[in-house]
């Protein structure tokens, strides 16, 4: 199984999100789960990336050619592909994961796990997408979705498609046991 991650090129402010990338990365190599990320090796993203290639994992980037060029690229993963783009990197990502995860992040990683939830709904995928909630970073986000829905912007059934945990093992097991909802419109 091959799991995107999605989280950021920042460390952020709390030790428990390093703490989290490097137990999840661990957790991803000791279940025989190869990374799919973003091809940094700063941030959060470098971690978990470190994490797995540390635990005995594979890991697979996709970085924009504007970023290796300004040295951010992992230069120490299984493969490394570089990318004319934002569009191909995120194409190439959704193209060989089985799942895609978010962790915290800024903007970039919502844009990313909002776009691979959006295909998720309208049906351009059976994958499941979750969100490693460490700390509670997103629980504000889960609030807004909420609102959503209760405003019909949305159906509950694709709210509740979401996997929410901030643990590794659950994380796991509910990818592991996904069934997707019905597509929308039928």
Known sequence: MKIAVYCGSASG???EYIEAAKRLGHYFAEQGIDLVYGGGKVGLMGTIADSVLEAGGKVYGFIPKALEEKEIAHTGLTELT???D????KA???DMADAFVAMPGGVGTFEEIFE???WAQLGYHGKPCAFYNVAGFYD???AMVDSVAESGFMK???IDMLIKTDQPETL???IRSYQPPRKKWT
């Open 13 to 15: 402010n709390k030790p």
């Open 82 to 84: 570089v990318v004319p």
């Open 86 to 89: 934002m569009h191909t990197r």
């Open 92 to 94: 190439a990502m959704a």
């Open 116 to 118: 691979a939830w959006t």
């Open 140 to 142: 504000p986000l889960f």
């Open 156 to 158: 509950a059934e694709y």
């Open 172 to 174: 796991i097991e509910r």
